[in-house]
């Protein structure tokens, strides 16, 4: 709880492109009603902090922040996105969800056709609280699934019943909301592929336009890695997590789902995440709460992590800045391959070098970049290629 802060300024041209990039806001929950155990997020339960924080104080923390952040930027543009993400967001209700969105409007402002999106657990939301959030201004809700199989949320210690997520995006459609995501988690050891098809299934049962799925990481210091650790489980097999991701491709392609980022699959253009497609195109975001990263310019930072910590330093004056860097030339670089090439539009061939371009037709003769993609100037990845991602990235990039 006594994590130090650094003073922190935003260099002057940092600040000058702001409002010629993409301006989003990201807004970190830590709270959770209880931790599941293959998470390492920056979370809190109830007990975990006892009356060292709260969402009140948490909420005016927030506030603090916001406005003080507002002030570095001089005059920020309105958010063309805003993204509550946690933890579990939607354990503050409606009420409190529509405070955050407040706050975010008063600091900011939100572009005319702003996409506000909250995550949201199954099991903490109900008709009254999607009609609630529509009316506070949100025009998008993700909601954790991660498996329609008991067995399998068992093993990720999630609390909510395999129904539940279905029922939740169609009370959120009901609702009004156009955009929903379901997530997914795939190669949780014991699941089958069975269970995996079944999970899809379910997905699009519930007729939603946006689906991620991503592979279980162990992750160091979870429950699940000391379970690992132990022997009680085994971990994820990498042969199993690339036959499951073709599985989850082929079925959501069937039915209309198209993956425009590795781990993401929309309906339509209008049914992409906007926030996070500023995040992979080299967009500025400011990061509010515990934890929380933020971009500007080229320039990154990171908050302090303990909620008490965070309003105790903002109710100081001061932002609860827990570190930053200036990233160089070769970092914004590493970064726009490293991203850009993840989505379905791919990487303009001019963003590499010589010898970078030289390994793109290499990994066309390899099968990992689309031959005709290449010739009309991008790297664009191919089926293969998207289950070896990040082995392009480091040849395209270490050439």
Known sequence: MG???????????????????PFGVYVHVPFCATRCGYCDFNTYTAGELGTAASPESWLDG???????????LGAPP???????????????????????????????????????TTESNPESTSPEFFAGLREAGYTRVSLGMQSAARHVLTV?????????????????????????????????????????????????????????????????GTALARRVRRGEIPAPDDDVL?????VIDSMLSAAGLRWYEVSNWAASTQARCRHNLG??????????????HSHVGGVR???????????????????????????????VHLERVMLELRLAEGLPLDALDAGGVEEAHRAVADGLLERGALA???AVLTDRGRLLADAVVRRLVTS
Do not use: C, M
């Not at 690339?242 to 073709?246: G, I, L, N, S, V």
């Not at 990171?302 to 200036?326: Q, T």
């Open 3 to 21: 994590e130090s802060t650094v003073s922190f300024e935003l260099p002057p041209a940092a600040v000058r492109g702001v409002g010629s990039r």
């Open 62 to 72: 927030l506030r603090r922040e916001l406005d003080l952040a507002a002030q570095l």
């Open 78 to 116: 309105a958010a063309d996105t805003v993204f509550v993400g946690g933890g579990t967001p939607s354990l503050l209700g409606a009420d409190g969800l529509g405070h955050v969105l407040d706050a975010v409007r008063a600091s900011f402002g939100l572009a005319s056709d702003a996409e506000v």
């Open 156 to 220: 990720l210690d999630r609390v909510h019943t395999p129904g539940r997520p279905v029922r939740a995006a169609a009370e959120a459609r009901a609702a009004g909301f156009e955009h929903v995501n379901l997530d997914l988690i795939y190669g949780t050891p014991g699941e089958r592929t069975e269970d995996l098809r079944a999970s899809v299934d379910a997905v699009l049962d519930a007729g939603v336009d946006h689906v991620s799925a991503y592979a279980l990481i162990v992750e160091e």
């Open 242 to 246: 690339a036959e499951r991701y073709e």
């Open 279 to 292: 995040y992979w195109l080299g967009g500025d975001w400011w990061g509010a709460g515990p934890g929380a």
């Open 301 to 331: 930072w990171w908050n302090v992590k303990h909620p008490a910590r965070y309003s105790s330093v903002l109710a100081d004056g001061a932002l609860p800045v827990a570190g930053h860097e200036r990233l160089s030339e070769d970092d």
């Open 376 to 378: 009309d100037g991008r």
